[in-house]
Nanobody
């Protein structure tokens, strides 16, 4: 059974920082391309950042220079360091796992709420 469990969300003031974590089970973590997405109320889910199995990263323009995605394969954990947070970053943040060598997935976590107050 595949599980992606996000944590680290919360309420923070504008300019603050948060670090999100996503612990994975039931997948070959090191083989998966991992990503973070977010969904604000009334909006579509949007791409934030991805990190490939080899460590190549990609970011949405809206978070470039403020957010950093990283992974610890030994701990089967994906991270998102979020700095200089803005009210428009308020959303539910989701972890995503995609194995290019498997027909299963992609898989999603249940999400963690991030709220940035102005």
């Amino acid at each position: 059974q595949v599980q992606l469990t996000e944590s680290g969300g919360g309420l923070v003031q504008t300019g603050g920082s948060l670090r999100l974590s996503c612990v994975a089970s039931g997948i070959i973590f090191s083989r998966n391309h991992m990503g973070w997405y977010r969904q604000a109320p009334g909006k579509q889910r949007e791409f934030i950042a991805t990190i490939s199995s080899s460590g190549t990263t990609n970011y949405a323009d809206s978070v470039k220079g403020r957010f950093t995605i990283s992974r610890d394969n030994a701990q089967r954990t994906l991270y998102l360091q979020m700095n200089s947070l803005k009210p428009e970053d308020t959303a539910v943040y989701y972890c995503n796992a995609a194995d290019p060598y498997s027909v299963r997935g992609p898989f999603w976590g249940q999400g963690t709420q991030v709220t940035v107050s102005s």
